[in-house]
């Protein structure tokens, strides 16, 4: 049995994809073991190397950065799904005069590295006169505009890949322009693009570590710091790993977060559906 897109495989090929499971699982492992065995043959899992987190105070900073690093995740997802809003609207706007600003405006912070732009922000700001900007001003207006401007192709792909009847049903009934992508196109373009936006969700996450730049205070800043004290070893490595732990943790709970809240909006929406359904059954019955 096939279908259009897809051909079940037959037993030859079935045998071929055990044996690339089998081949591809043997070469992971090894790597995976060359690399724990380089750290230890490297004295990387020694006490000496790691006792530095056995005191107190350090871990109390790295709770600290944990919590510089979600605030400026929170502050920035929050900013980037208004500015992804606005942008989208400003995209599809009717007037040439705001579609093509927010056109030029897109493409140019899309294309400019993130990392450049905090730099820009931190270091070049203050050199033309620009007062007050903080380590913490950086990352999130950095993470803003980048990560804005990515989420307006988001919500405005989704928005247009809606059924145009939809639209022109809400305008029949005398809602303005406005009314009908903010009642009826958002929430459902939210809705199929979810998926994509927990994933850029999950990239701004990832992107405060390259606050350490501009020193502000978060994960990868105090690991880099942890690392460099040579009279507990320099332990680079270890400080590295605790960052990556953390930095695991974190995305798979915001992961999770948003696969519930996922959830959620479907259940909602299928029971918003029944309910109507059941509606229409008791207005056709005599």
Same mark, same amino acid.
């Given at each position: ?10 037993? *030859?090929?079935?045998?071929?994809? =055990? &044996? ?5 699982? $043997?070469?992971?492992?090894? $790597?995976?073991?060359?690399?724990? &065995? ?22 109390? +900073?790295?709770?600290?950065?944990? @919590? ?5 995740? @929170? ?6 799904? =208004? ?56 990352? =999130? ?8 401007? !990515?989420?307006?192709? #988001?919500?405005?792909? @989704? ?16 809602? +303005? *322009?406005?009314? #009908?992508?903010?009642? $009826? ?10 998926? !994509? ?8 996450? *990832? ?11 978060? $994960?990868?800043?105090?690991? +880099? &710091?942890?690392?460099?004290? !040579? ?27 948003? *696969? ?15 309910? +109507? ?10």
């Amino acid at each position: 049995m096939s279908s259009v897109l897809f051909d079940v495989p037959g037993p *030859k090929a079935r045998t071929r994809n =055990v &044996y690339l499971s089998i081949i591809t699982a $043997i070469v992971v492992v090894g $790597i995976i073991a060359f690399i724990l &065995y380089r750290f230890a043959q490297t004295g990387q899992f020694t006490a000496e190397k790691w006792q530095i987190f056995r005191f107190p105070l350090v871990q109390q +900073t790295i709770v600290t950065s944990i @919590g510089a690093t979600l605030g400026a995740f @929170g502050t920035a997802a929050v900013g980037s799904l =208004v500015v992804g809003v606005i942008l989208a609207f400003g995209r599809l706007a009717d007037r040439r005069w705001i579609s093509v600003p927010c056109y030029w405006f897109t493409e140019l912070f899309r294309a400019v590295p993130l990392l450049i732009l905090m730099m820009i922000i931190y270091y070049g700001l203050p050199s033309l006169g620009v007062e007050g900007i903080t380590p913490f001003t950086a990352v =999130v207006v950095g993470l803003v505009l980048y990560n804005g401007s !990515v989420l307006a192709e #988001v919500f405005r792909a @989704g928005i247009e890949s809606l059924p145009r009847g939809q639209r022109e049903a809400g305008l029949a009934v005398g809602m +303005t *322009k406005a009314q #009908v992508q903010v009642s $009826i196109l958002l929430p459902q373009a939210v809705r199929a693009m979810m998926p !994509v936006i927990i994933a850029q969700l999950v990239v701004i996450l *990832k992107d405060t570590a390259l606050g350490f730049i501009v020193t502000y205070n978060e $994960i990868l800043f105090q690991a +880099t &710091y942890f690392g460099s004290q !040579v009279q507990y070893g320099s332990p680079v490595v270890p400080a590295l790993m605790v960052a990556g732990v953390i930095y695991v943790g974190l995305c798979l709970i915001l992961a999770g977060v948003a *696969k519930w809240l996922e959830r959620r909006l479907n259940r909602s929406t299928r029971v918003a559906k029944a309910k +109507t359904a059941l509606a229409r059954v008791d207005l056709a019955e005599p």
